[in-house]
């Protein structure tokens, strides 16, 4: 195995924040989430599964698609030519990106994430564009924490399957693996020297949940167990917002300033979440999933049902994040059993 | 079973049985352990209800969802509900506010020693409560336990006050920058039930859709101010946060301050929030 020191791999990390936009666990306020580093002294090595998945470096949770800039005013109904200057920039940022300590559920949730603003025609040309910047080195758990359950849904605490470079501790150090060509490329600066031996594999342990197909769900889209689960949901959004896979967003412009006959707008799209209550209200006011256990459903159909249909991948990788931070215990491998129970 | 949960069952299922009321909104054993807010319909699931330091929530909030009647052209439910004495006052507030109708509940209070599901310190609005009596209801569950009074305690809060502007500025931003907005705190408050919230609007003024700090600032000061006099303590929006953001000291800045102009505490009586409604004779006391 490829093996490097923690001095090496913070030597790398530091090199790397100079030349790149890093991203890694931190501590924030006693909190483990992933957010922007400068020094390999802010990131944390050991750590669990961090609060919020790290979908925020790819789908931010607000971005900028478009500043539009408006000169001039035509007043309504003049037949005057439209003597407004109207311009519309995009912004991207081109700095690569590189998400250090990414656990392996993270990086599947990109995958998931892909198999819609990638791998269809169109594909969502902002998410590319990120996809594209960014190299994800993954850092394997050592072990399943509260809630996980990657092990039923095609995942592993090791799995090296969506990452540009897996590491994993071993011998007071880690074994490196590149999985990717990004990720050799990326490895590139990093010392490390050849041991014989594999690291430990990590301990996959967690009871397999059962799984039902597309179809079975099909079947009990009018059981009764959708209130059971459905009826103490509060419609807020973590599950949602905590969720690796989750994609849903909207869109809106908002104006900046309005000064000197120049109306500055933005363009921007936002998170947005099925579990709200105004989700599915259309113009006029009517609301077509008007009842918590119908948002409820449709959370778990999306999962298992129709995004495993429409687009080939689950809608679910079983980071279990939803499961621990539900304030009502609203718990998706209890919906999973009970579905294929039924 | 605790006396009190067996008390609950029984309760639950006479009032089923005989037709008093159509569902019964009280807590249910987790089968990852603790409690999660339960509802029940038959008499014989009654054996599903359970009571004990788990039952944290306030599910008072599950009221609003009761307010309609299920298929159009029949009478709203009839609801029992399982109070504590801080959940208790959220109903007070509801019917002076004219959202729900007291002959349509059946209020099963239960007496209260403060919250402990056993796996460590008891929550600090427990800490701080010196209520062991619910404020209203139809059936009283458990002897109101001998606790000595406990003193007001707004400490942590004027840590927080005496602060330089700045500094308290700066504090709160580094909380607020935290917040995902994923509107859990208003989802679970019984006292926020706008059909739309002004937060959310397509068309608000004030604040865009964008998951940002002058956002999430804006959202949170003005959640506060929407329950001040209406805010009954029960602390609901701080446990359920999951980046942690205390809350609760924003909306007993706004307790103290209402009680210190008003003498009014939100839900002792059934009365409405004097900050909006009452012009002394030489106007707002503001």
């Known amino acids: ?342 | 079973m605790s006396e009190i949960g067996k008390e609950i069952q029984h309760k639950a299922r006479e009032l089923l049985e005989a037709g008093q009321v159509d569902c019964v909104i009280g807590y249910e054993a987790s089968p990852r352990g603790g409690a999660r807010p339960a509802f029940v319909y038959e008499p014989d699931d009654t054996d599903r209800l359970i009571w004990n330091g788990a039952c944290v929530h306030n599910l008072v909030i599950y009221l609003h969802d009761k307010k309609k009647p299920r298929k159009r052209g029949e009478e709203p439910p009839r609801v029992g509900i399982v109070v504590k004495p801080c959940d208790s006052r959220a109903i007070n507030v509801l019917l002076a506010e004219k959202q729900i109708e007291r002959e349509r509940i059946y209020v099963i209070g239960v007496a209260c020693d403060g919250m402990e599901d056993g796996t460590g310190e008891p929550p600090a609005r427990c800490a701080r409560c010196g209520d062991r009596m619910p404020v209203v209801y139809d059936v009283l569950l458990g002897e109101p336990p001998e606790v000595a009074p406990v003193e007001e305690d707004y400490a942590d809060l004027a840590r927080v006050e005496d602060l330089p502007p700045a500094e308290r500025l700066a504090f709160w931003l580094r909380e607020f920058d935290r917040c995902i907005r994923c509107y859990a705190c208003r989802q679970v408050c019984p006292g926020c039930y706008c059909t739309t919230c002004m937060f959310e609007r397509d068309d608000g003024l004030w604040v865009d859709m964008g998951i940002e700090l002058p956002q999430k600032h804006v959202f949170h000061l003005g959640r506060a101010l929407h329950l001040a006099g209406r805010c009954v303590e029960c602390d609901e929006c701080e446990r359920v946060c999951p980046m942690e953001l205390p809350l609760s000291l924003l909306n007993r800045r706004l307790v103290r301050e209402v009680e210190a102009l008003y003498d009014h505490r939100a839900g002792r009586e059934e009365t409405l929030t004097p900050l909006l409604f009452e012009l002394g004779e030489e106007g707002s006391p503001l």
């Open chain 1, 1 to 342: 195995m490829k093996f490097t020191t923690p001095d090496d791999l913070r030597a790398w990390l530091d090199r790397l924040a100079q030349e790149m936009d890093l991203v890694a666990p931190r501590d924030v306020d006693g909190h483990v989430l992933y957010r922007p580093v400068t020094s390999s002294d802010e990131i944390l090595f050991d750590y669990e599964r961090p609060e919020l998945s790290a979908k925020d470096y790819l789908l931010p949770a607000t971005e900028i698609l478009l500043r539009i800039e408006k000169q001039g005013h035509r007043p309504i109904g003049a037949d005057a030519p439209m003597g407004n200057e109207v311009t519309q920039e995009e912004v991207l940022p081109e700095r690569k990106q590189v998400i250090f300590g990414l656990r392996p559920c993270d990086a599947h949730g990109f995958a998931a994430i892909d198999a819609l603003f990638l791998e269809q025609d169109p594909s969502d040309r902002y998410y590319r564009h990120h996809r594209e910047r960014t190299v994800l080195v993954g850092l394997a758990c050592p072990q399943m924490w509260e809630g996980c359950f990657c092990t039923s849904v095609g995942g592993a605490p090791d799995d090296a399957a969506h990452l540009d470079v897996l590491l994993r501790a071993a011998d007071e150090g880690y074994a490196v693996e590149a999985v990717t060509e990004k990720g050799t490329t990326l490895l590139k600066g990093l010392k490390t020297e050849e041991r014989k031996g594999d690291p430990p594999p990590s301990a996959a342990d967690a009871e397999l949940v059962e799984m039902a197909d597309p179809a079975r769900w099909r079947q009990l889209f009018e059981d009764e167990l959708w209130v059971r689960h459905g009826e103490r949901c509060l419609s807020c959004r973590i599950c949602t917002y905590v969720c690796p896979a989750c994609r849903c967003f909207d869109v809106t412009d908002r104006v900046v300033s309005e000064q000197g006959g120049v109306t500055r707008i933005e363009r921007i799209r936002a998170w947005d979440a099925c579990t709200s209550t105004n989700y599915r209200r259309a113009a006029g006011g009517h609301n077509s999933r008007p009842t918590k256990p119908g948002r409820i459903r449709n959370r778990f159909f999306c999962k298992f049902c129709y995004y495993p249909e429409d687009f080939g991948a689950l809608g679910c990788v079983g980071c279990g994040r939803c499961i621990v931070s539900c304030p009502v215990d609203i718990d998706i491998t209890e919906v999973m059993r009970d579905v294929a129970a039924r």
